[in-house]
């Protein structure tokens, strides 16, 4: 088990010398509802930082925003680098891969296929016909499909290799869509409630090999998920978020000891003095 339970690692300077993701004034309405409004934080290069904050927050929309599917107000930066005017495909190539509340799979693909299709941050067409096995297999699409092969063991995949994806159980897509994104290689992987319907083992088995492949591949991982417990034991990082708005944002112990964190969980029934967790 390698996850950070240190709940004492915050964003110290040192941390934030280099993040490996900052939020400057994020903003992006709908129709006239603010779903993110002036969101500015900045997560750690390294381990697994976390978004949390009750339904309809704007957690999802932010993932969005930093992926680059929607256009929005503020700054997003990878690394330092200013992502404005970078279409999807190309925040893709340069380093963010990520999962989806619903796995989006190809459900007439099996798994190793579904798989392939996150080689190189995009379904680039090369790869495409690697996963669909037209043509013969270039020394690259060899190399990718060992490497996929290698990122399905630790995900309890391979038995599972030629399954078509419609087969299988929630938990096994869900670690499907972890394993394509795994395989692109990203320097910052947005995790949209890889949890939910997950037992609390397979959610602890899951971002095991999460941590453990970030810390190989100096990955940074970005959670959003509503098991509060879970975030505050593997995050180094929490930022919350309510209405569109920057709630609070700091170390696990710091958030979850935070007032208005605990009035916006539990509302009226909140402990004045009182911690989130249990
Ligand atoms: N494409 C869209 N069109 C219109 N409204 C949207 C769109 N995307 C998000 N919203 C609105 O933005 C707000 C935030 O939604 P979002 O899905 O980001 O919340 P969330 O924090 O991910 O919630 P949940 O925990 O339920 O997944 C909601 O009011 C939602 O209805
Ligand atoms: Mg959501």
């Not at 392939?116 to 990718?144: F, K, T």
């Not at 996929?148 to 419609?166: F, K, T, Y």
Request: aromatic share 4%.
């Amino acid at each position: 088990m390698t996850l950070d339970t240190d709940a004492t690692v915050g964003p110290d300077e040192r941390d934030m010398a280099a993040p490996a993701l900052t939020i400057r004034d994020v903003g992006i309405g709908f129709r006239g509802v603010r779903a993110l409004d002036a969101v500015s934080f900045s997560i750690p290069r390294g381990g697994t930082s976390a978004v949390i904050g009750p339904n309809g927050a704007g957690k999802t929309t932010l993932f969005n925003c930093i992926s680059g599917i929607y256009r929005h107000e503020g700054e997003i930066e990878l690394a330092g680098r200013p992502m404005s005017g970078v279409l999807a495909q190309a925040r893709a190539i340069a380093g963010i891969a990520r999962t989806f509340q619903t796995p989006a799979l190809l459900p007439d693909l099996n798994v190793f296929e579904n798989v392939l299709l996150g080689a190189h941050g995009g379904m680039r067409a090369g790869m495409w016909s690697a996963a669909l096995r037209i043509g013969r297999a270039s020394r690259e699409e060899r190399a990718v499909r060992l490497e996929a092969w290698d990122l399905m063991g630790p995900l309890a995949l391979q038995p599972l290799a030629l399954a078509p994806v419609s087969s299988l159980a929630h938990a096994d897509r869900r670690r499907v869509e972890v394993a394509r994104a795994l395989l692109s290689r990203p320097s910052l992987l947005l995790l949209d409630e890889p949890a939910a319907g997950l037992s609390a083992d397979e959610a602890d088995e899951l971002l095991e090999v999460i941590a453990d492949f970030g810390a190989d591949t100096d990955m940074t991982s970005l959670l959003v998920e509503h098991d509060v417990g879970l975030v505050m034991r593997v995050a180094r990082f929490v930022a919350v978020l309510d209405a569109g708005r920057l709630l609070a944002y700091g170390d696990p112990t710091t958030v979850s000891a935070d007032p208005r964190v605990i009035a916006a969980y539990l509302g009226a029934d909140a402990p004045s003095d009182g911690e989130l967790l249990p």
